[in-house]
């Protein structure tokens, strides 16, 4: 998506989702200033989490996120879209790779 993502995380030992948000965009901010014309703020302050409490809530994010290129007009199939983990969960390889643990 053009102007936002979505990633579904699993956090393991004492890490929180704020300080792995954070971690990201501080990294990716120094990315997109040094590789474009923006200068300032990349990412708006806050970020919308959801827990995900069982297999069925999983699939139902996933199947969300991968529709969200086709519902925004990017794309007609969700596995053409570059930046989406689709292609990878349908054919094994993508430039999106997954960790199914």
């Not at 956090?11 to 990716?28: E, M, P, Q, T, Y």
């Not at 923006?38 to 999983?58: M, N, P, S, T």
């Not at 529709?67 to 007009?73: L, S």
């Amino acid at each position: 998506m053009p102007d936002h993502y979505h990633v579904l995380v699993t956090l393991r030992g004492s890490s929180s989702i704020s300080n792995v948000v954070r971690r990201v965009h501080s990294a990716l901010a120094r990315r997109i200033r040094k590789e474009s014309a923006i200068d300032g703020r990349v990412w708006q302050k806050r970020f919308h989490d959801h827990v995900v409490h069982d297999e069925d809530d999983w699939r139902a994010k996933l199947t969300y996120m991968h529709g969200n290129p086709v519902r925004a007009g990017v794309v007609d199939d969700p596995v053409t879209y570059d930046w989406s983990s689709c292609r990878y969960w349908e054919t094994g390889c993508g430039a999106v790779a997954c960790d199914p643990a």
